[in-house]
Structures are given as C-alpha cells and as structure tokens.
C-alpha cells in the first residue's frame, strides 16, 4: 500500500489532542471542564473539521457563552509560530457555534490547529485552547487515499450508554486513520426521543443519557439544536472529530421519519403540534448548517445546499447527494412519468454535469438512500425501489435517466455508497440481469448503523438486476447495539495501482468483506 505516512498523528492523540480531550468533558456528562476560569468562555463540545480541500479547510466550534472563535494553525503540534485565523463572533443567533475557513493551505500536509474562544470585550481573556489535526487533499496520485463511511446514529432510542462505552465505533474508525469520514445521513432522530432506559430481550436493562431536548420529538429550532448537542455528548465521537475531518449529508431523520416537501403530519399524530414539515425542515436544516462545518452551507453561502462535489486529488471526487429536499411525495411509485423523482430536476442535472467534468480515477456518488434495495414507507414507498422488477418506474425513471447518461458519456469509476437501512450490504447490478439495460454495471455498498437499531435485509428490486454479493443483519427488528450489527465501511484507493479496495467492517473494526475494484474496467 502507498498511502502515505501517519506525521504526527499518532503523537497527537497520545499528547496534546487526547489531553484537550479530556479537558473538555462538558458539564452535561457530569463533569464539570478543568479549564473552566470564571468569565472565560469554554469550548466543551470539541473541535471539528468539514470539506476538507488541498488548500483549505473549515473549523468548527462552540462555546458555552458570546466569544470571538481564533483559530491558529501549525505545521507542528508545538505551535512555534502558529498563523493566525480570526473568525465569527459566536452568540445566541448561532446557538454560539461558528466555522472558520482556513485558505491557503499546503496540499497533503498534516494540519495541527488549536481553537481559542475570546472574550469579545476583553480579547485578552481566552479560554483553554482545544487541539485538533487534520490532513490536506493531496495533489499527488501515489499519496492515495482512505476514506470511511457510515450513518445513523442515536436511533430508535438507543442512545450513549455508559455503561458499554458510548459510541465506541468511533474509535475503530479513527484507529484506520482516515482521511476523512463521510456521515451518509440520519445524523440525529429528530423524530426519536431517548428514553433514561430501556428493556432488553435478555432481561438485561439499557441505559442511556438523557437530556431535556431529547425527551420528546424536535419541534422548536432549540430542540433541533438540542439533537445536534446530544451526540457531542459522547467523548469518543469528539475524539474523533478532532483527528478526522467530515463530510456530512443528511436525510430523513434530521426531521422527521421518511419525510417529503409539502407533507403535513396528521392529526392523529399527537406527539407534534407543529403540523407542517417544511416548518420542521426549515427549523433542521438550520441546525444542521450550524452544528457541521458544511461550505455549502455556511452564513453567506451562495449556494445554500446539501449537494456538492469535494475534490479528493486525481484519485478521487464525491458527489454528495441531497435525496431529501428535492423529492416528490412518497407514493406507490408506479407513475411512468415523472420528472421530479428523488433528485429533482435541478440537481439531477447538476450530477451529470459534474460528473462528465470530473477527471478523478473514481468517482463516488454519496447516496443517502440505496437504489435496489425496497424501502416501504406504509403502503407507499421511501426509496427509489418500489418492488416492481419489471421497467422502470416513477423515482426508477431519473435513476435510469442518469446510469443512461454515465454509460453514453463513457463515465468510469462510479461507486455508489450510503446507508439508511441499518444494516450492511454489498450488490452488483448488471444490465444482463435488469429489465432496464442500458446502463453499465456498478456496485452499491451499504453500511450503518453507527448507533441505532439494526435491521433484517431489505428486499431486492430487479429492475436494474442487482444481486447480493454479501449481507450482514439481523433476523429481527430493532436489534440495540448491544447485539452487534454495527457497522461502517472503509475505502482505501492506492496510489500506484488506483486500485479501490472496499471493506465493511463490525462496530469493532473486524473486516467481515473485502471487493477490490480496478480503475477503468466496465462492472468490475
């Protein structure tokens, strides 16, 4: 393997990152942050990083009161002549979080940065520092590139145990030291409360954190936010973050369980007063875009969007998907037209121009949602897949559209990954077995749950003739992590071969498959 070496990463973790770690434990988990000073504001919810470039980054931060976020950054964890970065005044309009963009950047470098939250009367009154370190894209192929993946987490109630170490994936995913971790969606359940416990099947008792925000479904912007704050509630998931940069998408439970524009939530749904799904989305989305360092999404952002593509150096470009904002009405989906579909117009047509423009060796299309795998939403259906093996059909249609597009424009290297369905997966889908054929073969892979319920395998749809190369799930419905069924998944592209290997791994790192891909070839 040629991917590069680890400067100074390891050394961080053991020093000064892993030391501001614990410093910054905040109150909520019973400890009150040694750095605490009076007046002085505290950053306990850590650091994190978002869309990473070869020359540029953004750093997030929150503090506990208003502040002036200052970012410096160091070719070295000794911080000997540091450059300085001045960012936003952080205040309740933000929830007092911010970003920093930081530009000029050395390309594949290894970044130490430090966080300092000023007084914004007094400057000269900061808080602790909070450390972080990440690594710029590369420029050269033969640095090569890892990458890991899943999604959803704290759901269907099960939350941060203490008493099973939290969310512990986290560590197995940084232990790979990636370059970056794509979050595939369903970051919150907005939708699902935590409970202070929760029964097992073994007779064994489940217990999680709690807060307030997390004892009802979100409604308010403060209990969007609160969603957000939970999760950085797990000292392993901060660890992470301030080693591994993100790149961050979202779906369903961000809101609400399998939710569309225009939908509106029915009476006999008594847990929300607030009736109308795009006040709840437009309440999310603004959470979101202040809890993630997302540059679609920052304050003056002239795009304002979810979907986007990030430059990972010639090996590789990720195309994130927004499968939520754009979609028409879950329904049987069996319209044979259907222009709208799961992407709308605008950003379908925004995929394939980007994608005739790429000249990555591959070309990743982060999907929220899986293309053949059924995903019921009642009578109606979630996904694009409505069962129906034969042409294609409504969302089918845009999805037929688009692999048609990547085919006759000569596009190579596409690899579909997501997660949303709780459990892993692996499938090939080749025209010789679909009922729609002009399209060339591609793999989809599948990981998550990060920390939810785990789920049985969902049902194929033939129509772009997959087939179940490898499936991990389990029999029931709603497995806690306690019972295994875990996962994520790993990407490592060489740099001298450009070879893609693909792993999905358990929630402690054991591989349970491998598929190596070669660049350029049709299907693999």
């Known amino acids: 393997m040629s991917h590069r070496p680890l400067p100074g990463r390891r050394s961080v973790l053991r020093g000064s990152l892993a030391a501001s770690a614990a410093l910054t434990l905040p109150t909520a988990l019973g400890a009150a942050p040694a750095f605490a000073r009076s007046g002085r504001p505290a950053a306990g919810w850590g650091v994190q990083t978002g869309d990473v470039s070869a020359h540029s980054g953004l750093v997030w931060v929150r503090s506990d009161r208003p502040a002036r976020m200052i970012v410096e950054t160091s070719a070295t964890e000794s911080f000997r002549n540091p450059h300085r970065w001045h960012g936003p005044l952080l205040g309740r309009d933000t929830d007092f979080t911010g970003t920093t963009r930081l530009r000029g950047l050395p390309p594949g470098e290894q970044i130490h940065y430090r966080v300092l939250l000023a007084d914004p009367d007094d400057p000269r009154r900061t808080g602790e520092p909070v450390t972080g370190t990440f690594r710029t894209v590369p420029v050269r192929r033969r640095d090569g590139v890892r990458f890991v993946w899943s999604g959803d987490l704290a759901g269907q109630g099960w939350g941060i145990n203490p008493d099973l170490g939290g969310y512990r994936i986290y560590d197995a995913m940084g232990a790979l030291d990636p370059d970056f971790f794509l979050c595939s969606g369903d970051n919150i359940y907005a939708d699902g409360p935590i409970p202070s416990t929760a029964a097992l099947p073994d007779g064994g008792t489940w217990r999680n954190i709690t807060t307030e925000e997390k004892s009802k479904v979100a409604e308010t912007l403060a209990e969007f936010r609160g969603n957000f704050r939970y999760n950085l509630l797990d000292e392993n998931l901060r660890r992470f973050n301030a080693r591994v940069p993100s790149v961050v998408q979202w779906d369903d439970h961000e809101v609400r369980n399998n939710w569309y524009p225009g939908q509106t939530i029915a009476d006999t749904d008594g847990r929300y007063t607030v009736k109308s799904v795009d006040v709840l989305a437009a309440r999310a989305r603004r959470a979101f875009s202040e809890y993630f360092p997302v540059s679609t999404l920052r304050p003056g952002a002239r795009e304002g969007r979810v979907h986007r593509v990030l430059r990972q150096g010639p090996l590789l470009d990720v195309f994130v998907l927004d499968m939520r904002t754009y979609r028409n009405a879950n329904s049987p989906d069996d319209q044979t037209v259907d222009p709208q579909g799961i992407l709308g117009r605008e950003q379908l047509e925004w995929l394939k121009r980007e994608l005739s423009r790429s000249r990555a060796v591959w070309k990743v299309i982060a999907a929220d949602m899986p293309i053949g795998l059924v995903v019921p939403d009642g009578g109606d259906f979630e996904a694009v897949a409505q069962g129906d093996p034969g042409a294609p059909l409504g969302r089918e249609l845009q999805i037929a559209e688009l692999l048609r597009f990547v085919k006759h424009r000569r596009i190579t290297g596409t690899v579909w990954l997501t997660a949303d369905v709780h459990h892993t997966s692996t499938q090939h889908y080749q025209p010789s077995r ?33 087939e179940r190369v490898f499936v991990k799930a389990p029999t029931a419905s709603n497995v806690s992590p306690a019972g295994g069924y875990q996962f994520f998944g790993e990407v490592e592209i060489d740099g001298d071969s450009a070879e893609m290997t693909v792993r999905l791994r358990e929630q402690d790192g054991t591989v349970l498959f491998t598929q190596v891909l070669r660049p350029g070839l049709v299907g693999q």
């Open 434 to 466: 679909a009922a729609f054929t002009d399209f060339e073969p591609f793999w989809e892979f599948v990981s998550g749950p990060l920390n939810a319920g785990a789920f049985p395998a969902s049902a194929l749809d033939n129509t772009f003739g997959p």
